[in-house]
Nanobody, 127 residues
Framework: QVQVVQSGGGLVQAGGSLRLSCTSS????????FGWFRETQGKEREGVSC????????FYADSVRGRATISRDSANNTVYLQIDRLKPEDTGMYYC????????????????????WGQGTQVTVAS
């Protein structure tokens, strides 16, 4: 049974940092790209970052480039997203998605073909 479990997030002051985790089980971790997406009320789902299955490429949305770092730990089947210098506009529900290695790793939410999603985790950045 495939499980994708997210952790991290919460309430953070502007200027602070957070790290989100996405841990998978029941599948071959090395076969999947991992993408982070966020949803804010009234807006379409926005891509934040993506890391390829072989850890060769990392992609970031313009809104977080220079502040975010995505990484993967194959020993623990976990992908991390750290965002520094948080802004109130980073507030949203963050989702981790897994796409098969044959699919694109992209921050374009329309092009990212997720086979699995995490349960979501809320991030609130207070100004």
């Amino acid at each position: 049974q495939v499980q994708v479990v997210q952790s991290g997030g919460g309430l953070v002051q502007a200027g602070g940092s957070l790290r989100l985790s996405c841990t998978s089980s029941g599948l071959d971790f090395g076969y999947y790209n991992f993408g982070w997406f966020r949803e804010t009320q009234g807006k379409e789902r926005e891509g934040v970052s993506c890391i390829t299955f072989e850890n060769a490429y990392k992609f970031y949305a313009d809104s977080v480039r220079g502040r975010a770092t995505i990484s993967r730990d194959s020993a623990n089947n976990t992908v991390y997203l750290q965002i520094d210098r948080l802004k109130p506009e980073d507030t949203g529900m963050y989702y981790c998605g897994l796409s098969h290695w044959r699919e694109f790793c992209t921050v374009d939410s329309k092009e990212f073909k997720a086979r699995y999603w995490g349960q979501g985790t809320q991030v609130t950045v207070a100004s």
